[in-house]
């Protein structure tokens, strides 16, 4: 029961993360830096562990998707995204390699997925 509640936790923390707005505070009128910021491939952003499977098809479909939409989260809330990701894929693979957590899993990731739906629509991702 505790694990399941772990779990819950990290889901509600994920989507809160997903969601979660920043506020732009750059200034337009002040002067710009003589430093040329690099230009950003929302394409190389993704999380750095990106392609790991956690070995349960549910999971690994929810894992997919939201690398798949992290090129479309606004940058301003992109790093939270991709670090949640990242705790997510974390946890998932520490109770995927327990054989006592690893069927909780399933209905967790269905779960997961169920609730990030919404954001990922917000993000114009399927």
Same mark, same amino acid.
């Given at each position: 029961m505790r694990i399941t509640l772990v779990i819950l936790s990290l889901v509600c923390a994920v989507v809160l993360f997903?969601?979660? =707005?920043t506020e732009n505070t750059n %200034?337009? %009128?002040?002067a710009t830096s003589h430093t040329a910021k690099p230009a950003t491939n929302p394409a190389? #952003?993704?999380? /750095?562990?990106a392609g790991e499977k956690i070995g349960i098809p549910e999971c690994d479909e929810y894992i997919a998707k939201y690398e798949a939409c992290a090129g =479309? @989260?606004? #940058?301003?809330?992109?790093? /939270?995204? %991709?670090?949640? $990701? #990242?705790q997510t894929r974390a946890t998932w693979k520490k109770l995927a390699d327990n054989p006592t957590t690893k069927p909780s $899993? @399933?209905?967790?990731?269905k779960q997961a997925a169920e609730q990030q739906a919404a954001a990922w629509k917000m993000y114009g991702c399927n």
């Amino acid at each position: 029961m505790r694990i399941t509640l772990v779990i819950l936790s990290l889901v509600c923390a994920v989507v809160l993360f997903g969601c979660a =707005k920043t506020e732009n505070t750059n %200034n337009s %009128n002040t002067a710009t830096s003589h430093t040329a910021k690099p230009a950003t491939n929302p394409a190389s #952003e993704t999380p /750095a562990m990106a392609g790991e499977k956690i070995g349960i098809p549910e999971c690994d479909e929810y894992i997919a998707k939201y690398e798949a939409c992290a090129g =479309k @989260v606004p #940058e301003a809330g992109r790093a /939270a995204y %991709n670090s949640a $990701l #990242e705790q997510t894929r974390a946890t998932w693979k520490k109770l995927a390699d327990n054989p006592t957590t690893k069927p909780s $899993l @399933v209905a967790a990731c269905k779960q997961a997925a169920e609730q990030q739906a919404a954001a990922w629509k917000m993000y114009g991702c399927n």
